[in-house]
């Protein structure tokens, strides 16, 4: 399966080849303090001290339909989706559960090779994609049944009073199943409840964006509900942990 934004791009005939670069570290940009009468750089002591660059992904891509003009018409179809502003999520199942919040970088790829198989027109092409945050707070859901399902959780921020007098950056933004939420935390806590539609055993890739303290997790186990990465997640967390209550 490929999701883009909650949409099933094999349903129109998508398929994906190979992928690069969904697992490679991002390039690290400051290494620490270099210290002018030191020979050495100094590491930094703290996680969110240290600064990456973004994350180069590119899927290797080919779509058959009935004929050329079908195609053409369904690959024009991709670049109006792609070139809209803002970032999209990608879901690849088949290699990760991981949700990866991309923007296309090359469009120039979309140029297709001619092709011809049992009568098929075919269009194989490159589709190159930039994850300008590849480091944030993010976990999947599984659940057992498909239907209606509701989703509740609780975020925390504790504000840190900065030299200036202000306090640090409130905003974050929240990602789930093509939507993007930004809230300004203005209080300590804030609560995210919504009833979604879900299908058995496929991930759903939650992805939280700027800096948290804690998180609950809402009446998860009584529907047998299965959060798949929190460990990797719990990295992230400013200072506590994600806690299914």
């Given amino acids: 399966m490929i999701w883009f934004d909650n949409f099933e791009w094999e349903e129109n005939g998508l398929r ?3 992928v690069k670069g969904l697992f490679d570290f991002p390039e690290l940009k400051n290494h620490g303090i270099d210290w002018k009468d030191r020979d050495y750089i100094q590491p930094n002591s ?3 001290d240290y600064q990456y660059g973004s994350r180069k992904i590119t899927l290797d891509c080919f779509m058959v339909k009935n004929t050329w003009d079908e195609l053409q018409l369904e690959i024009e ?5 792609f070139s809209t502003s803002g970032l999209k999520m990608m ?8 949700g990866y919040m991309v923007k296309l ?12 198989r049992n ?15 590849p480091f944030n707070v993010q976990f999947s859901f599984v659940y057992p049944t498909t239907g209606q399902v509701s989703l509740d959780f609780t975020i925390e921020r504790r504000f840190k009073s900065l030299s200036s007098g202000s306090t640090d950056q409130q905003f974050v933004t929240i990602n789930f199943k093509g ?3 930004e809230i300004n935390l203005e209080q300590a806590d804030y609560h995210f409840s919504n009833v979604i539609s879900v299908v058995a055993g496929v991930p759903y890739p939650l992805v939280i964006t700027g800096e948290i303290d804690s998180m ?13 990465g929190i460990d990797t997640a719990n990295l992230f967390i400013r200072n506590g942990e994600i806690r299914v209550v």
Avoid: H, W, Y
């Fill in 216 to 228: 609950d997790l809402i009446d998860l186990t009584s529907a047998g509900v299965v959060p798949v």
């Fill in 119 to 133: 009568g098929k027109c075919v269009a194989e092409f490159k589709l190159q994609f930039e994850e300008p945050q």
């Fill in 105 to 116: 970088e090359k469009s120039t790829l979309f140029k297709p090779n001619k092709l011809f």
């Fill in 16 to 18: 994906i080849s190979d």
């Fill in 46 to 48: 703290r996680l969110q």
């Fill in 77 to 81: 179809g991709m670049i109006v989706f």
């Fill in 179 to 181: 939507t993007t939420t």
């Fill in 91 to 98: 879901v690849l199942p088949s290699f990760s559960n991981r």
